[in-house]
């Protein structure tokens, strides 16, 4: 069993910054694909971002483009998801999930591991 914990979050202003954390513990963590969702108030959950175990290859969705930045680093079983230059749209609960399948599976949000979020509030 994999636990993954997400934080980070906070209220912030518009065209502030933040960095996002979540930590994976439980069984031997390797081999597994990362990534980002979130979902705002009355929305459904959305892809963000995700990123390959080994070589780090990384996608985004389209909006974020720019703007957020995944990254991780193995050695701390740690994915990070930068987002610069907030603006009010980016409110929404930023969920991690892990898959040791496909990248693909996890854009699709069909991954096997989810946290529990960490709520991200951008203020004008």
């Known amino acids: 069993q994999v636990q993954l914990v997400e934080s980070g979050g906070g209220l912030v202003q518009a065209g502030g910054s933040l960095r996002l954390s979540c930590v994976a513990s439980?069984?031997?963590?390797?081999?597994?694909?990362m990534g980002w969702f979130r979902q705002a108030p009355g929305k459904e959950r959305e892809f963000v971002a995700a990123?390959?175990?080994?070589?780090?290859?990384?996608a985004y969705t389209g909006p974020v483009k720019g703007r957020f930045t995944i990254s991780r680093d193995n050695a701390k079983n740690t994915v990070y998801l930068q987002i610069d230059n907030l603006k009010p749209e980016d409110t929404a609960v930023y969920y991690c999930?892990?898959?040791?399948?496909?990248?693909?599976?996890?854009?699709?949000?069909?991954?096997?591991?989810w946290g529990q979020g960490t709520q991200v509030t951008v203020s004008l």
């Open positions: 990123i390959t175990w080994s070589e780090g290859k990384t």
């Open positions: 999930t892990a898959d040791e399948g496909r990248l693909g599976t996890v854009v699709a949000g069909h991954g096997r591991y």
């Open positions: 439980g069984r031997a963590f390797s081999g597994y694909n």
